[in-house]
């Protein structure tokens, strides 16, 4: 393999440094297609960090030592508040357009909550200012609870962490969960704008087939972290790709009885797994699956698959013209050494001292 320009290329040019990596693995970049990783960087502590910058040059330089060439940033615009405003999201949005990554792409995906009726036409401009590539619909309104009148857990740290008071932060819930009946056909018209200018559109946490149904008809077409297998199976069936979070895998299952990714990933379900909201789980669950599934098949998970999802052509695998996107492992999978596009972006140990000497 040769490398030049920022591309692979098939005979290395005359005069060209040669590096030998014997022992050693090249695998491709993996392609995080889902992580909020980034936010302990951007705000350790609530209002700590005024420059978002130096905020994501911190997460550059824990997604390249994990392997990672293209992060998409998982960006909440949400009722929620503090971090997820809608405030804060147009401050990362342009805190990225800013950044120089140095040869890591990063992207941002942004992540709406349905009920926010009055905000749609403040996420389109912002789609459009920015060039975001990829939003996912969630709703976290715990509506049951507030159509019974009583008040949702840890009401107060929530309303603290947005800024308002507990009051002040029901009366909001209560006033989004009450617009229900406006939602779906302001959906499928929001749905079908953004799906023309060509975004990527995703539903999160899918719990039925029926769910699946509704957000495909939409043109909805990515089944993020669905909470069943049976919405699993509908997406796998109809052809949608399915996300399931890497650290699912490593932990052996979902953290809150959720169903569990590693079989679904066994039985060809998984479309691309996603960091979530730990970085090193993309390459400790390719490690994990390798055994069950061979290690070929467990890498395009979180390199191939998840760049053909994102309609990234030019990543993903090792082959002439493609982004120079290569992690070097050592036989247990320890990562030695990230380059992005051509340029280094994370050395390590006696694979550094290979390439410096």
Excluded at 158 to 171: D, I, M, N, V
């Amino acid at each position: 393999m040769a490398l030049a320009g920022g591309r692979l290329i098939d005979t290395p040019p005359a005069g060209a440094r040669r590096v030998d990596l014997t022992g050693y693995r090249v695998l491709p970049g993996i392609v995080d297609a889902h992580g909020d990783g980034f936010e302990r960087h951007l705000a350790p502590r609530r209002g700590a960090l005024a420059d978002l910058g130096a905020g994501l040059a911190a997460a550059e330089a824990e997604l390249a030592a994990n392997g990672i060439t293209t992060a998409v940033l998982a960006q909440f615009w949400s009722w929620e508040g503090g971090m997820r405003s809608p405030d804060f999201a147009r401050r990362v949005l342009a805190a990225l357009d800013a950044f120089d990554a140095g040869g890591t792409d990063l992207r941002a995906q942004l992540r709406l909550e349905t009920h926010m009726l009055d905000d749609y036409a403040a996420v389109e401009e912002a789609v459009a200012a920015h060039g975001v590539g990829y939003l996912v619909f969630n709703d976290h309104l715990p509506h049951a609870r507030l159509a019974e009148g009583r008040k949702p857990p840890r009401l107060t740290g929530q309303a603290l962490k947005s800024g308002r008071s507990p009051e002040a932060h029901l009366a909001l819930m209560q006033r989004l969960s009450a617009r229900g009946p406006e939602v779906p056909a302001a959906l499928d018209a929001l749905a079908a704008r953004l799906g023309a200018r060509g975004v990527t559109l995703g539903s999160h946490d899918d719990r039925t087939a029926g769910d699946r149904a509704a957000w495909r008809a939409r043109g909805v077409t990515v089944a993020e972290f669905p909470e069943t297998r049976a919405a699993a199976e509908a997406a796998a069936a109809a052809g949608d790709p399915v996300v399931m979070g890497a650290p699912n895998v490593v932990r052996g299952g979902s953290h809150d009885g959720k169903v569990a990714a590693e079989a679904l990933v066994a039985e060809g379900l998984v479309t691309a797994l996603a960091s979530d909201y730990h970085f090193p789980a993309l390459r400790q669950a390719a490690l994990r699956l390798a055994p069950r599934i061979g290690l070929a098949r467990a890498w395009a998970a979180i390199s191939e698959r998840p760049a053909a999802m994102l309609g990234l052509d030019d990543r993903g695998r090792l082959a002439p013209g493609l982004r120079a996107d290569f992690v070097v492992t050592d036989a247990a999978g320890r990562i030695g050494a990230t380059f992005a596009a051509g340029m280094p972006r994370y050395m390590a140990g006696p694979v550094a001292a290979r390439f410096l000497a």
